[in-house]
């Protein structure tokens, strides 16, 4: 399994920007399936982004469309989720998380087999 560890968090205005990093190490970065997950207090950890090994293909969640934009890069063993437009509601503790080497990219969280442990991200208005 890889380590993962996500940085970027912090605290921003209503309508301001984060970009959130996550660095791994293992086996072969490109390989691997990436996601972004967030779960607030009192709430379920829920879906955010996700991105094919290689980056051929992206998901997103309804409620971040359009303003949360994800990538990688493999020569550096990172993956970014850049967020614009931040709103109340995006505040969470923010997770990334690598499926198994080959595997498609999905929206659940069971599907992922590694996390990092989390990074705060607190929009205030």
């Known amino acids: 399994q890889v380590q993962l560890v996500e940085s970027g968090g912090g605290l921003v205005q209503a309508g301001g920007s984060l970009r959130l990093s996550c660095l791994g190490s293992?086996?072969?970065?490109?390989?691997?399936?990436m996601g972004w997950f967030r779960q607030a207090p009192g709430k379920e950890r829920e879906f955010v982004a996700a991105?094919?090994?290689?980056?051929?293909?992206?998901i997103y969640a309804d409620s971040v469309k359009d303003r949360f934009t994800m990538s990688r890069d493999n020569a550096v063993n990172t993956v970014y989720l850049q967020m614009n437009n931040l709103k109340s509601e995006d505040t969470a503790l923010y997770y990334c998380?690598?499926?198994?080497?080959?595997?498609?990219?999905?929206?659940?969280?069971?599907?992922?087999?590694?996390w990092g442990q989390g990074t705060q991200v607190t929009v205030s208005s």
């Open positions: 998380a690598a499926g198994p080497l080959y595997t498609s990219a999905s929206m659940t969280r069971d599907a992922y087999d590694s």
């Open positions: 293992g086996r072969t970065f490109s390989g691997y399936p």
């Open positions: 991105m094919n090994y290689w980056g051929g293909s992206r």
